[in-house]
């Protein structure tokens, strides 16, 4: 059972991701990771938004560019479970747009939004929403912040 999810707009999105996937996995939170477009394969980002929680996911991290729907429609299907949304760098406009559209969400439908490119950020920020009630991932968050004083 994976505890984030992490979505991608587009495979080309993997490349700015792969720090979040390492930060989850030096902190040993389960993972799952899928390409959905919430443009190009709608339904799909439905059906797995509306089933998300059942599965035991407990916070989704979305990272889309240019027109960044993604983390707002996963939000909108999925109310109870928090959803990170992470700008990737792309188009004219080097992520602005992207960043814009997931921080630009209306009142009731909130998506965290990270920096552009954002992805460790994003896992720290999943990280410390499950480390309220996981003594372990808790733990080894405090660990990794301890230790950035030593890089």
Same mark, same amino acid.
């Given at each position: 059972? !994976?505890?984030?999810?992490?979505?991608?707009?587009?495979?080309? =999105?993997?490349?700015?991701?792969?720090?979040?996937?390492?930060?989850?996995? !030096?902190?040993?939170?389960?993972?799952?990771?899928?390409?959905?477009?919430?443009?190009?394969?709608?339904?799909?980002?439905?059906?797995?938004?509306?089933?998300? /929680?059942? /599965?035991?996911?407990? %916070?989704?991290?979305?990272? !889309?560019?240019?027109?960044?729907?993604?983390?707002?429609? &996963?939000?909108?299907?999925?109310?109870?479970?928090? %959803?990170?949304?992470?700008?990737?760098?792309?188009? =004219?406009?080097?992520?602005?747009?992207?960043?814009? !559209?997931?921080?630009?969400?209306?009142?009731?439908?909130?998506?965290?939004?990270?920096?552009?490119?954002?992805? +460790?950020?994003?896992? &720290?920020?999943?990280?410390?929403?499950?480390? &309220? +009630?996981?003594? =372990? %991932?808790?733990?080894?968050?405090?660990?990794? /912040? +301890? =230790?950035?004083?030593? /890089?």
């Amino acid at each position: 059972m !994976a505890a984030v999810a992490i979505i991608l707009g587009s495979k080309s =999105d993997a490349t700015a991701m792969e720090d979040c996937l390492r930060t989850l996995e !030096a902190l040993g939170i389960p993972y799952e990771s899928q390409v959905i477009s919430a443009h190009r394969t709608p339904e799909k980002a439905r059906q797995f938004a509306l089933s998300a /929680r059942e /599965r035991g996911v407990e %916070v989704i991290i979305a990272a !889309a560019g240019m027109a960044a729907a993604l983390p707002g429609v &996963l939000a909108s299907y999925a109310p109870t479970t928090p %959803v990170i949304g992470v700008p990737i760098a792309s188009g =004219d406009m080097s992520g602005l747009d992207s960043l814009l !559209a997931i921080a630009q969400m209306p009142p009731g439908v909130p998506v965290a939004c990270m920096a552009v490119n954002g992805a +460790r950020n994003a896992a &720290l920020f999943a990280a410390q929403i499950i480390a &309220l +009630r996981d003594e =372990d %991932v808790r733990q080894a968050l405090e660990n990794y /912040r +301890r =230790d950035l004083g030593n /890089r």
